[in-house]
């Protein structure tokens, strides 16, 4: 069985990791995922890039490199660099005999406390990973990926699900508001773009 490793405390980037595995555009399986954003010039962002690069080696000496090869890239927005190294975790919601691998744990700074399902993730929450290693091969070239086991939640950033807290009342539109309209805006996070029918 691959040994259990934990991540460095890093910010949270698109935590996937609360209710039912999800299912990305084009891509027949559903998983859970987390990134965990480093700084470039944090000492544990650059141990972690190594100890990953050491373990790439041990597993596949010196065999080419997948484009896709390593579970971290450097984070870009708008074609611009951050300053941070996005990690990638990744748990798939059936194994490979097709049995089903049960979601990620997720627990408190108290590890013997769970993670209220309820209570979702945002962006920049403080976080550690647990996980274990998966080397896999691809077109005659190698990769590593970090195979999620559970989410400690250490310091919660709360979830914005629409940025309809950036609004206020207007009153001189209310009466443009149609009579059948809902009367709370629906703030379920499992609805995406992709569900609803334009």
């Known amino acids: 069985m691959p040994q259990t490793m934990t991540s460095p405390v890093g910010e949270a980037s698109y935590a ?13 399986k559903k998983f859970w995922s987390m990134g965990i954003r480093l700084k470039v010039d944090d000492p544990n962002c650059n141990k972690f890039i190594d100890w990953i690069r050491n373990q790439y080696v041990e597993h596949h000496a010196k065999k080419a490199e997948h484009p896709n090869g390593m579970p971290f ?12 190294i996005k990690f990638k975790f990744k748990r798939n919601e059936l194994t490979k005999n097709g049995d089903f691998s049960g979601a990620p744990r997720v627990v408190t700074a108290d590890p013997n406390i769970n993670w209220p ?3 979702l993730i945002g962006n920049g929450s403080l976080v550690k990973a647990s996980f274990s290693l998966f080397p896999w091969e691809m077109t005659k ?3 590593v990926s970090l195979y999620l086991q559970a989410v400690q939640v250490l310091k919660h950033v709360a979830y914005e699900a629409d940025g309809t807290d950036a609004f206020k009342v207007e009153e001189k539109y209310i009466q443009d508001i149609p009579t ?12 995406t773009s992709e569900d609803l029918e334009f």
């Open 16 to 28: 996937m990791v609360l209710g039912p595995a999800r299912q990305m555009e084009n891509d027949p």
């Open 73 to 84: 890239v450097e984070e870009m927005i708008d074609d611009e660099l951050t300053g941070y």
């Open 117 to 119: 399902q309820d209570k």
């Open 141 to 143: 070239k190698g990769g």
């Open 180 to 191: 059948d309209a809902g009367s709370v805006a629906s703030t379920n996070p499992d609805i």
